[in-house]
T-cell receptor, first 112, second 113 residues
Framework: SQQGEEDPQALSIQEGENATMNCSYK?????LQWYRQNSGRGLVHLIL?????REKHSGRLRVTLDTSKKSSSLLITASRAADTASYFC????????????FGSGTQLTVLP | DGGITQSPKYLFRKEGQNVTLSCEQN?????MYWYRQDPGQGLRLIYY???????QKGDIAEGYSVSREKKESFPLTVTSAQKNPTAFYLC????????????FGEGSWLTVV
């Protein structure tokens, strides 16, 4: 079974609104990462948050991690049509990329 | 251009045929990975290699084979033993340094006809 599961599976918002995606996981992790995938393309790394961190920011992205609830959220502020993509969380059980497990993703559509 | 090159982008396979997907990188990364992605799904690890001449099975290795004769190259062969090969295949690399961030190629679509 997959370690990380995103919620919702699909999200549709208007340009300028904020988009929030959630990721839940089952076991203790070393870190959690968020990736973006445009349709038919490879994944692009967005942000990594370690198990001893609670919040990280990168531009319009804000990621939180609650290890007690085994959950993370990705907030995209002031969304743009170009943010339309699938967003995946990936959990790392250790320092090795071999232990990286991907969720099934949230499909975000930003309407102009 | 530095990066990861996957080819071909689109490939059609007849039932019973083996096909090979190419993955080349010039990032000087030690580790390379192959993932499979089915529509609307996450990624599943097929094979990975941490150094030249060594590779390990991932979660869904049955019906696939790989080689790692050069640091830059990690080709994936989808054999006739893979019963449901139609999918999007992603190659990735990892510098094997701090953190787990991995870098992806643009993917290859394989369709069985």
């Amino acid at each position: 079974s997959q370690q990380g599961e995103e919620d919702p599976q699909a999200l549709s918002i208007q340009e300028g609104e904020n988009a929030t995606m959630n990721c839940s996981y089952k076991t203790s992790i070393n870190n959690l990462q968020w990736y973006r995938q445009n349709s038919g393309r490879g994944l692009v790394h967005l942000i990594l948050i370690r198990s001893n961190e609670r919040e990280k920011h990168s531009g319009r992205l804000r990621v939180t991690l609650d290890t007690s609830k085994k959950s993370s959220s990705l907030l995209i502020t002031a969304s743009r049509a170009a943010d339309t993509a699938s967003y995946f969380c990936a959990t790392a059980l250790s320092g090795s990329a071999r232990q990286l497990t991907f969720g099934s993703g949230t499909q975000l559509t930003v309407l102009p | 251009d530095g990066g990861i090159t996957q080819s071909p982008k689109y490939l059609f396979r007849k039932e019973g045929q083996n096909v090979t997907l190419s993955c080349e990188q010039n990032l000087n990364h030690d580790a390379m990975y192959w993932y499979r992605q089915d529509p609307g799904q996450g990624l599943r690890l097929i094979y990975y290699s941490q150094i030249v001449n060594d590779f390990q099975k991932g979660d869904i290795a049955e019906g696939y084979s790989v080689s790692r004769e050069k640091k830059e190259s990690f080709p994936l062969t989808v054999t006739s033993a893979q019963k449901n090969p139609t999918a999007f295949y992603l190659c990735a690399t990892h510098p094997d340094s701090s953190g787990n961030t991995i870098y992806f190629g643009e993917g290859s679509w394989l369709t069985v006809v």
